[in-house]
């Protein structure tokens, strides 16, 4: 890695922390999703800083080249992003349905004039 592509894998990990606290900060970005961000950001400055990990993780999965096992990590970054989304996306799908009959069930009960709602 050239001393231009390190400075600017360093520069870009510190941008990437400095981005992730203000969004913390301004409460734009939640605090359980900020692990997540601030690992990432660690991984690019631990393989910024440490090229020959990054060598040595292309020779173990037996990759041709480092850019590769950056672009296979990356997709793998990705699809774990994904799949949390997928699986926070169906948690809160379940609670509006769940939310939309418990609304429509005190609507017509209220509509009835009854006021059992009930535990």
């Known amino acids: 890695m050239t001393p231009r592509q390190r400075l600017f894998a360093v520069l870009a990990a510190l941008a990437l922390f ?7 900060r301004r409460r734009r970005l939640r605090e359980e999703y900020t692990w997540l961000w601030l690992m990432s950001g660690a991984l690019v400055l631990l393989v910024a800083l440490w090229y020959g990990l990054l060598e040595s993780l292309t020779r173990l999965i037996g990759a041709v080249l480092p850019t590769t096992t950056l672009f296979l990590f990356g997709g ?3 699809a774990a992003i994904c799949l949390q989304f997928s699986v926070k996306l169906s948690e809160l799908e379940t609670k509006v349905k769940d939310l939309a009959q418990e609304l429509a069930l005190r609507t017509a009960e209220q509509d009835d004039g009854t006021t059992d709602l009930g535990p």
């Open 18 to 24: 400095v981005v992730i606290v203000d969004l913390v």
């Open 76 to 78: 793998l970054f990705l």
